[in-house]
């Protein structure tokens, strides 16, 4: 079943231009100047229940604008839209009962009151009974390990500490869709690795579908099962994220230590990135040698004391896609 | 009843909200004492023996007294901030929660203003007990009704301030807009009492909103009478419904064309 429809979805902004210099402000005065901006290019996906979607792209490529108009903030200029089977525009606050939104730089949190205030607010405005709402922070409060944090002024949280707390705030209602822009922007890689598997959990326990946007690789790689890549307002890739590195990247990281001083000669498809006498980090081209073949190469040298198997990392993955090298990647 | 408990929730959390400013309080307070003096020494200095246009000194330093709290009560920062959400786009992020915006920004809005109308009530009545005495002929029992009016006038000058802000979403500059309101509201009632302007312009100043912020509900506290409460009240019932209009169009006017861009 799917939860959100989007068919040939339009967004076009207009901005007002004016050259540099005092004659082009007395003239932009006069006779302003506007300029269209296709922010979204007749784009169209469906979202399944349960799924956990990535949706990257560089700056300014629409990921924004998209989830905008998916939760009521933006009307599109064309196309047609369909979340949890409401038109997003015409039945925003009815939608907004059933989908919960995580704006990384934004917070829905009070800045100086406790984080448990503005749970006690979140729970009124979503018409959640007091008795309901509060077995719902309590188990919120379990699962993101918050009791220290519920009663100490939002002010004085750490930034991880206070996008936890953003998360919960948003599952408060227990929404079917939750949408996360930018959610680990900022953070450390530990408290990032939590915020992913909190988010992770709550698919998992829940089937809460998440449509996530991120520039972050991990948070892609480590979360989501399918990927949507768009650039400049188009959709330029959706497949899994599996298939996307697969197809994206032929290639392993290989790094190696040996126990003895190693001369390598690397095959057709290795290429020796990085080596001393008692290591190297290799680049396997799978096209062209398997990790089978690689594997066997490397231990018949002898002397191998360890070895670890990678695969690029999801920067590098996006980066040859917008680069335009796609399947030709080498 | 979930809208009165989903606003309630708002206002009892924005009064808690209010208690953390406790340094606003106190340079407030000794703006509100000194502005008091000044004008207090100002209106001594005016008037020798007997009455101006039906106020005698008494009931004029407590007419400033007044004027001066509603002022305070109303302090809301709702036109700055406003500008400052339609500005930088963060008013799209409060669209898509189940709640009217413009009616929860009034009631984000209506706990620091009761705040404010209960701390500096407290400082009004020490101030003008200490300079001029007791209100002659002050009834208690007639406070509720000049209460109504001064919230009344605390609404009417939150929506239209509201409605200020929010052209920002077409206009790029209004803040001469929000100069000339302010003076407006000043001028006419809230510095010297209708009464005091010349006869023609009088006639003008009672048609528009600015006096029924300050100058209804403080006459109706130094000299009540059911006449002037009969007068003034449904003219200032006319004018919050015009705010509160005012404010929801320009909301709708807004948010039709909003454009939030990245994030």
């Known amino acids: ?330 | 009843m979930r809208a009165l408990r989903k606003y309630g929730t708002v206002l009892r959390l924005s009064l808690q909200n209010a208690f953390v400013y406790r340094s606003n309080v106190i340079g407030g307070f000794l703006f509100y004492t000194v502005f008091i003096f000044v004008f207090f020494n100002l209106w001594r200095a005016i008037y020798r023996e007997g009455q101006v246009a039906g106020y005698s000194l008494t009931q004029m330093v407590w007419y400033l007294c007044m004027t001066e709290l509603i002022m305070f009560g109303c302090k809301s920062n709702i036109y700055g901030q406003m500008n400052e959400e339609v500005k930088s786009g963060s008013i799209a992020y409060q669209l898509n929660k189940p709640y009217h915006y413009v009616v929860y920004q009034f009631f984000n809005a209506a706990g620091g203003m009761l705040f404010n109308l209960i701390i500096y009530g407290i400082l009004a009545i020490i101030l003008g007990m200490i300079m001029v005495g007791p209100i002659p002929g002050f009834r208690l029992a007639n406070l509720p009704f000049a209460l109504i009016s001064a919230l009344l006038g605390m609404v009417i000058n939150f929506f239209f301030l509201m409605t200020l802000g929010l052209t920002s979403f077409r206009l790029e500059e209004n803040f001469a807009f929000f100069l000339i309101y302010q003076k407006l509201v000043f001028m006419l009632g809230m510095f010297i009492p209708v009464e005091f302007l010349p006869g023609w312009l009088q006639g003008i100043t009672r048609c528009l909103p600015f006096p029924y912020v300050t100058w209804a509900p403080a006459r109706l506290i130094v000299a009540f009478s059911w006449e002037f409460f009969r007068e003034v009240l449904p003219v200032q019932f006319l004018w919050a419904l015009v705010s509160v209009l005012s404010a929801l169009g320009m909301y709708r006017y807004g948010v039709a064309g909003i454009q939030a861009h990245g994030g």
């Open chain 1, 1 to 330: 079943m799917s939860v959100i429809e989007v068919r040939n979805l339009n967004k076009v902004y207009r901005t007002r231009i004016k050259e540099a210099g005092l004659r082009a402000s007395f003239r932009a005065l006069v006779r302003p100047v506007y300029k269209e901006v296709q922010a979204v290019k007749d784009i169209s996906f469906t979202v399944e229940k349960g799924e956990i979607l990535a949706f990257i792209g560089p700056n300014g490529a629409g990921k924004s604008t998209t989830i905008k108009m998916l939760t009521g903030i933006l009307h599109p200029s064309g196309g047609e839209l369909s979340v949890l089977g409401l038109n997003p525009m015409r039945d925003r606050q009815k939608l907004s009962y059933h989908i919960g939104t995580v704006f990384g730089q934004k917070s829905q949190l009070w800045f100086h009151l406790p984080p448990i205030d503005s749970f006690v607010l979140l729970g009124a405005i979503y018409d959640i009974d007091k008795g309901t709402l509060k077995k719902r922070i309590d188990e919120l409060t379990e699962r993101f390990e918050l009791e220290d944090l519920l009663k100490t002024p939002v002010r004085k949280l750490s930034l991880g500490q206070r996008i936890r707390c953003e998360v919960a705030a948003s599952l408060l209602h227990d929404p079917e869709i939750l949408f996360l822009d930018e959610p680990t922007i900022g953070l450390d890689v530990v408290v990032k690795q939590s915020i992913r598997e909190l988010i992770l959990a709550m698919n998992r326990e829940r089937g809460t579908t998440i449509f996530l946007t991120s520039h972050d690789a991990g948070d892609i790689a480590k979360v989501c099962k399918r990927a949507i890549v768009i650039d400049h307002g188009q959709i330029i890739l959706d497949q899994p994220v599996k298939k996307l590195k697969y197809d994206y990247l032929n290639r392993k990281h290989i790094a190696v230590r040996f126990e003895v001083p190693q001369h390598l000669e690397v095959p057709r498809g290795v290429k020796l990135e990085k080596s001393s006498q008692m290591a190297a980090r290799l680049s396997v081209d799978t096209r062209i040698c398997s990790i089978d073949e690689a594997m066997r190469w490397l231990i018949a040298q002898g002397g191998v004391a360890d070895i670890t198997v990678e695969d690029p990392p999801m920067e590098e993955i996006i980066a040859s896609i917008f680069q335009g090298k796609g399947g030709e990647a080498s």
